[in-house]
């Protein structure tokens, strides 16, 4: 790999960072891990080529056009955290995984019916939706930008788009906890 590429592929690795809290890597390669996974069944259940998926854990390619997929990222690491704290076993993770192959990534937020996959809404999940719509319409960079510039005359929307556009998941969980009523 030349210079150009690597240089390439660490700001595809940064982009991912800031739209998805890490490299796509090393997150696919936990929920490998995790879930008991193979990249081709991985690919199979989010819906994306196998290419595709080798793309975006190298860092060839840094953003998951499809916000079904996306959806189905999150609901594959909610899932995850649930095995890795005994709550769900094995085989109840193949069966979710199939569920999860299907689903069509509906939001969350205008479909009140619409529950995750223990039957109740996360915040988590809430919060990650608004940050994969934001991050979908621009870098974290233009978000910060486009923040400081309301601050002056509207401090929350500025404060609401460096948390949610740029910030970590656990900040923009808090801060979305903090404004409920």
Do not use: C
């Not at 819906?47 to 959806?71: F, T």
């Not at 930008?145 to 609401?160: G, I, K, M, R, V």
Request: charged content about 20%; glycine content about 8%; aromatic content about 4%.
């Amino acid at each position: 790999m030349d210079a150009a590429q690597q240089e390439a592929t660490a700001r595809a690795r940064e982009l991912q960072r800031s739209w998805y809290g890490e490299p796509l890597g090393a997150l696919f390669r936990r929920l490998i891990d995790d879930l008991g996974l193979n990249q081709a069944r991985l690919a199979a259940v989010l819906g994306l080529s196998a290419p595709m998926l080798s793309q975006l854990m190298s860092g060839q390619r840094a953003k998951i056009g499809n916000p079904a997929v996306v959806q189905r990222v999150q609901a594959l690491q909610e899932l995850s955290s649930q095995v890795a704290d005994g709550s769900v076993s094995a085989a109840e993770a193949t069966e979710r995984m199939d569920e999860i192959k299907k689903t069509a990534g509906g939001s969350v937020l205008n479909n009140t019916t619409q529950t995750s996959t223990t039957g109740a809404t996360t915040v988590r999940r809430v919060v990650r939706e608004i940050q994969s719509l934001l991050r979908s319409v621009a870098a974290a960079g233009d978000i910060i930008d486009a923040a400081d510039s309301l601050a002056a005359s509207h401090p929350e929307l500025a404060e609401f788009l460096r948390v949610y556009g740029a910030g970590r998941t656990a900040d923009a969980v808090a801060h979305y906890e903090a404004h409920q009523n």
